[in-house]
């Protein structure tokens, strides 16, 4: 089982459980038997570009949140390896700045969540599904995560599936999108996340309440996740990529399911589709 997670937020997002602090996380994620972990906290804009409220850090929190990572470093050395990061979205534009985040950190994931659209605004992932991307719109939300890994922006690409969210099925534009994302992860070796989030939320966090029920019962509501998508990670099987999986963390009592949670992301894929896969050990 993966003993490494490279995908973790804190309470500076604004999204995530505000009484937890980053060594908390640390605390649950050792008592997990896990060796490395990467706090990877939604990025701060220079520029100022995602307007929304509570979507990701102020650039001023930038130096602290660094800080506190170096800290527990230090402090837990020899119990956990820990990694400074970012999740980012590339936008045109904005390379320079997505380069300085690079430098100054260990690890970036990208986690695409918009575009520009053909008014130069920003097009957003809604997450509730409901307005949806037009295929152009899609292909270009391709082209980003392509340009982003040809210009050596990512390390990991996290939820490369998160586009499901504004379509209404897996058809040719999703599969050609797919297609496009697999191409140059495989270029670039740049590994896939099959991130778990999304069966977290949807079946552990329902009603944004944790529950405690059995796998048996969790496994009944197994339909409403959107990502994983099987036919995304069947389209990856046929392309020599990493793969790995990322918690996404933002909740308390999140880390512990880690082991179910892949065991349910397992289940949706399947395991034709699984033993093709390139795991990262």
């Known amino acids: 089982m993966q003993n490494f997670n490279y995908h973790q937020h804190t309470y500076r997002c604004g999204h995530a459980d505000l009484d937890m602090n980053d060594e908390d996380y640390i605390q649950e994620w050792i008592k997990l038997g896990f060796k490395k ?74 986690g695409q969540h918009f575009i520009y659209d053909d008014k130069f605004n920003l097009k957003i992932i809604d997450m509730h599904g409901i307005e949806k991307f037009t295929d152009i719109e899609l292909i270009k939300y391709g082209e980003y995560v392509d340009k982003a890994m040809e210009l050596d922006i990512p390390n990991i690409i996290a939820h490369p599936d998160l586009f499901m969210y504004v379509r209404s099925e897996f058809g040719d534009i999703e599969s050609k999108v797919s297609n496009m994302i697999c191409k140059s992860a495989e270029k670039y070796n740049i590994p896939l996340e099959i991130n778990l989030n999304d069966i977290f939320k949807k079946i552990y966090y329902e009603d944004k309440k ?61 395991n034709e589709i699984l033993s093709k896969l390139n795991f990262i050990e």
């Not at 590339?90 to 997505?98: I, V």
């Open 37 to 110: 972990i990467a706090f990877t906290d939604h990025c701060p804009e220079k520029n100022q570009i995602d307007k929304r409220q509570n979507m990701r850090m102020k650039y001023s929190e930038r130096n602290e949140y660094l800080d506190s990572i170096k800290k527990l470093r230090e402090k837990y050395f020899d119990k956990i390896e820990i990694k400074s990061g970012y999740e980012v979205e590339y936008l045109p534009g904005e390379e320079h700045n997505l380069k300085e985040l690079k430098d100054e950190t260990d690890i970036l994931v990208l």
């Open 210 to 270: 944790l529950n405690d029920l059995p796998i048996e019962e969790q496994r009944k509501k197994i339909k409403k996740v959107i990502y994983p998508c099987k036919e995304f990670w069947k389209v990856v099987s046929n392309y020599n990529i990493k793969v790995l999986y990322g918690l996404d963390v933002h909740r308390r009592g999140q880390i512990p399911l880690f082991n179910k949670l892949v065991q349910l992301a397992n289940e949706i894929i399947g």
